[in-house]
């Protein structure tokens, strides 16, 4: 994420849906840092479709086919 900051960013737009990352100053062990927490969705980034194959073939060759019915409209 560091090489590409601007895909990134739109990412963890895209995950965080308007809601904000919460930041907590902390220290441990004599470390100072941040804690953080936020909500993201991951909803909208793996939306799609997968399709089934209308036939299926033995790695060898077509000897044995296997038809699957289509069900369903097509334009």
Known sequence: M???TMHARQLLRKMLRGRPI???PT???GE?????RGDVSISELLAGLAGL???VTSPTGTVNSWNMPFVGCAA
């Open 32 to 36: 100072v840092g941040y804690r953080f």
């Open 22 to 24: 919460l930041f907590q």
């Open 27 to 29: 220290e441990e062990n």
């Open 2 to 4: 560091t090489r590409h």
């Open 53 to 55: 194959p209308l036939m």
